[in-house]
């Protein structure tokens, strides 16, 4: 889906991941007054939207979802459908997947970091499955898809679990007419690759999983296809953790092989059991998680990027830059400031016409950006590739400093993540530069002809909308 497309009140963004169940966008949701707030878009996949019965389940499981109000759940806010999309509206967590945790590494993470991510998605298990309707009946609430790759853990250290809006709906789909078992085979229980009714144990069994694998830094079961991997799961065929490592807590690899037991009356009863018995092994072990350290842990991997920011077919400066400009513009006095606001929005307009971008930079004499004192070795270092990686564009001439940016999804410059503090003065501010791609006679995308329409509306009513939050007056 382009960039700047509108699906009702929401403004899609940049495409943050493609699953098998549909695509995830970040995206910006709009209200009176100015109203805007972060959130992520899920679009279901035309194939799964076009089956009547996926379409019911989906529609029953979200109203569901949105019922869970927990800070390691991320909040689902909509159901919608526009455009021929269903899209399920989420609450944007600023951060990696476990999955990603684990990919960056190729080793298993501290394990107090391991044990409070696991204990934070047993809270959030554990909540779900307590949930009642207003006459005090339990509702049911099952994940049935607890993998890493659910696990958000933000930049700040919190944790979030995903997917409780579509879980129920995409197990639907999961069976073929063949009788073919389809989804992630290697985080399912053994109950649940029988095709038998399934209660909270088969998401104890499935967190087991994860667990095994941010312990250890190896899956608990892998195969060459995905019957492989269900054979071992059925037949309970996986490597105990001090089979890897002689060193592995004796107690944790207790914990495990009871989570993850085949018979579900030998299996921990509920999440919550599960998380007192990882509760008692790290408080006898003096491992003590915190949000504090797992925020280390994954600014240590990814640094800490700013929040990326959705926008009607402008794209705004990189971190450092927005930070550095909007400094220098509240530092101008009102008329000077005024001055370079409305420069600055004819640039973006002219852009947006124009169907291409601008870009502004600072430089210095040695790098063509700012790089603040507290900005981390691998930031450096990955500023440092950027730059030498960058080619040459005819459509900049000779300005290497201001490359070519087709991701119209940026960090805010108001964000508390942005990495650099550097200030400047007003006198230091750069000459921004509009670039714009020549227009053609060729069919222009629905992004390009619905943005045409937008200036003249703002400039018409002296709206400054078109311009990075950031710099808006």
Request: glycine residues 8%; negative net charge.
């Given at each position: 889906?382009?960039?700047?497309?509108?699906?009702?009140?929401?403004?899609?963004?940049?495409?943050?991941?493609?699953?098998?169940?549909?695509?995830?966008?970040?995206?910006?949701?709009?209200?009176?007054?100015?109203?805007?707030?972060?959130?992520?878009?899920?679009?279901?996949?035309?194939?799964?939207?076009?089956?009547?019965?996926?379409?019911?389940?989906?529609?029953?499981?979200?109203?569901?979802?949105?019922?869970?109000?927990?800070?390691?759940?991320?909040?689902v806010f909509d159901l919608g459908f526009e455009c021929g999309e269903?899209?399920?509206?989420?609450?944007?967590?600023?951060?990696?997947?476990?999955?990603?945790?684990?990919?960056?590494?190729?080793?298993?993470?501290?394990?107090?970091?391991?044990?409070?991510?696991?204990?934070?998605?047993?809270?959030?298990?554990?909540?779900?499955?307590?949930?009642?309707?207003?006459?005090?009946?339990?509702?049911?609430?099952?994940?049935?898809?607890?993998?890493?790759?659910?696990?958000?853990?933000?930049?700040?250290?919190?944790?979030?679990?995903?997917?409780?809006?579509?879980?129920?709906?995409?197990?639907?789909?999961?069976?073929?007419?063949?009788?073919?078992?389809?989804?992630?085979?290697?985080?399912?229980?053994?109950e649940q690759v029988r095709g038998q009714t399934l209660d909270r144990?088969?998401?104890?069994?499935?967190?087991?999983?994860?667990?095994?694998?941010?312990?250890?830094?190896?899956?608990?079961?892998?195969?060459?296809?995905?019957?492989?991997?269900?054979?071992?799961?059925?037949?309970?065929?996986?490597?105990?953790?001090?089979?890897?490592?002689?060193?592995?807590?004796?107690?944790?690899?207790?914990?495990?092989?009871?989570?993850?037991?085949?018979?579900?009356?030998?299996?921990?009863?509920?999440?919550?059991?599960?998380?007192?018995?990882?509760?008692?092994?790290?408080?006898?072990?003096?491992?003590?998680?915190?949000?504090?350290?797992?925020?280390?842990?994954?600014?240590?991997?990814?640094?800490?990027?700013?929040?990326?920011?959705?926008?009607?077919?402008?794209?705004?400066?990189?971190?450092?830059?927005?930070?550095?400009?909007?400094?220098?513009?509240?530092?101008?006095?009102?008329?000077?400031?005024?001055?370079?606001?409305?420069?600055?929005?004819?640039?973006?307009?002219?852009?947006?016409?124009?169907?291409g971008t601008w870009a502004m930079r600072t430089s210095t004499p040695?790098?063509?950006?700012?790089?603040?004192?507290?900005?981390?070795?691998?930031?450096?270092?990955?500023?440092?590739?950027?730059?030498?990686?960058?080619?040459?564009?005819?459509?900049?001439?000779?300005?290497?400093?201001?490359?070519?940016?087709?991701?119209?999804?940026?960090?805010?410059?108001?964000?508390?993540?942005?990495?650099?503090?550097?200030?400047?003065?007003?006198?230091?501010?750069?000459?921004?530069?509009?670039?714009?791609?020549?227009?053609?006679?060729?069919?222009?995308?629905?992004?390009?002809?619905?943005?045409?329409?937008?200036?003249?509306?703002?400039?018409?009513?002296?709206?400054?909308?078109?311009?990075?939050?950031?710099?808006?007056?």
């Amino acid at each position: 889906m382009p960039a700047g497309t509108r699906l009702g009140r929401y403004l899609v963004g940049q495409r943050l991941a493609v699953g098998g169940m549909g695509e995830i966008y970040a995206a910006r949701a709009e209200g009176v007054a100015g109203f805007e707030k972060m959130v992520v878009l899920k679009l279901v996949h035309p194939a799964f939207a076009a089956d009547p019965e996926f379409v019911r389940m989906l529609q029953s499981e979200a109203r569901l979802a949105a019922l869970l109000s927990h800070p390691n759940v991320v909040q689902v806010f909509d159901l919608g459908f526009e455009c021929g999309e269903y899209f399920i509206a989420m609450a944007y967590v600023h951060g990696k997947s476990a999955r990603e945790l684990l990919r960056e590494t190729q080793d298993p993470m501290p394990l107090a970091c391991a044990l409070h991510i696991v204990d934070r998605v047993a809270a959030a298990l554990t909540h779900a499955h307590d949930m009642r309707d207003d006459d005090g009946e339990p509702l049911g609430i099952l994940h049935r898809d607890v993998s890493p790759g659910n696990v958000m853990v933000g930049y700040d250290g919190t944790v979030a679990l995903l997917d409780f809006g579509i879980a129920k709906a995409a197990e639907r789909t999961k069976v073929t007419r063949t009788g073919t078992i389809k989804g992630k085979a290697g985080y399912m229980s053994p109950e649940q690759v029988r095709g038998q009714t399934l209660d909270r144990r088969t998401d104890v069994f499935s967190l087991g999983i994860v667990l095994y694998e941010l312990s250890t830094g190896w899956p608990a079961f892998s195969g060459d296809s995905d019957f492989t991997m269900m054979n071992k799961i059925v037949s309970g065929d996986w490597v105990r953790p001090r089979g890897r490592d002689a060193e592995f807590p004796v107690e944790l690899e207790a914990i495990i092989e009871r989570a993850l037991a085949g018979d579900v009356d030998k299996r921990f009863p509920t999440t919550a059991a599960l998380q007192a018995a990882l509760s008692e092994f790290a408080e006898s072990h003096v491992l003590h998680g915190s949000p504090e350290a797992l925020a280390r842990y994954v600014q240590g991997l990814f640094g800490h990027p700013a929040r990326p920011i959705v926008e009607l077919g402008v794209e705004p400066p990189d971190v450092a830059t927005r930070e550095t400009v909007a400094t220098a513009v509240a530092a101008m006095e009102p008329a000077q400031r005024a001055g370079w606001q409305r420069w600055a929005m004819g640039a973006a307009v002219l852009a947006v016409v124009g169907g291409g971008t601008w870009a502004m930079r600072t430089s210095t004499p040695e790098r063509g950006n700012v790089v603040s004192e507290e900005t981390s070795p691998r930031q450096r270092e990955a500023l440092e590739q950027r730059h030498a990686l960058e080619p040459a564009s005819a459509e900049l001439g000779a300005r290497r400093d201001a490359p070519v940016q087709t991701n119209p999804v940026q960090p805010m410059a108001d964000s508390p993540d942005v990495a650099s503090e550097t200030e400047v003065a007003p006198s230091v501010l750069p000459e921004p530069v509009a670039h714009t791609k020549p227009r053609t006679n060729k069919t222009k995308s629905r992004r390009v002809r619905a943005a045409r329409k937008e200036p003249a509306e703002a400039s018409a009513s002296g709206d400054n909308n078109l311009l990075p939050p950031s710099l808006r007056p």
